[in-house]
């Protein structure tokens, strides 16, 4: 059971551990489901499930291996940051070095955690990861306005730059329509 309230007291961003691998990739597909389905953009539920579990379930463990890894490869290059409630990872971030950019590469929250604080502070952390020395970029689908929003609230604002990622491709010629963000450095 989520808690009623994650103040910003009580919310805890930990590194995460190859154990918690499992938690991550569930919190990434229940938050793919929830947020991706859209009638304007063609993208169905079943899209989003194929993408993320495959036609059967047959790509699930290899999800779960994939987050293992990362969640090993820990470094100058990436990071993942989860958010537990009780045992059970609710929320997530990773930052990375992608392309020779610094990008927040992922960060999801289970529906029912969100509004109460898990975002913001795994945003700051992978914002802190990063540093404020250098431009910090990340993708958003185009129709995803609550996420524009956080990311709004938060500093980052829209760039004019095309995206093609392969992130978003969900195969039979659909992908995700994404739009650019950056958080701009600090001047010192």
Known sequence: MVA?????????????????????????R?????????ADAGITEDDIRIRVEGEHGEIISQ?????????EATGSERAT??????????????PAII??????G???????????????????????????DEDIFLHVASY???AIEFYKKNGFVETDTKIKDEVAQLGRGKEI???EMVLRAKSN
């Open 63 to 71: 999800k779960i291996e994939h987050w293992r890894k990362c969640n």
């Open 177 to 179: 329509p994404e739009i």
């Open 99 to 104: 392309e020779g950019r610094r990008r927040i």
């Open 81 to 94: 940051f989860v958010v537990h409630d009780d045992s059970r990872v609710v929320g997530f971030a990773a």
């Open 144 to 146: 995803n306005q609550n």
């Open 106 to 132: 992922a960060i999801y929250v289970l529906p029912e955690a969100q509004g109460k604080g898990v975002g913001g502070k795994l945003l700051q952390k992978a914002i802190e990861w990063h540093g404020r």
């Open 30 to 38: 229940l938050t793919w489901l929830a947020t991706y389905p859209n």
């Open 4 to 28: 009623q309230e994650f103040d910003n007291q009580a919310t805890i961003v930990e590194l995460a551990i190859p154990a918690d691998a499992e938690g991550v990739f569930n919190v990434q």
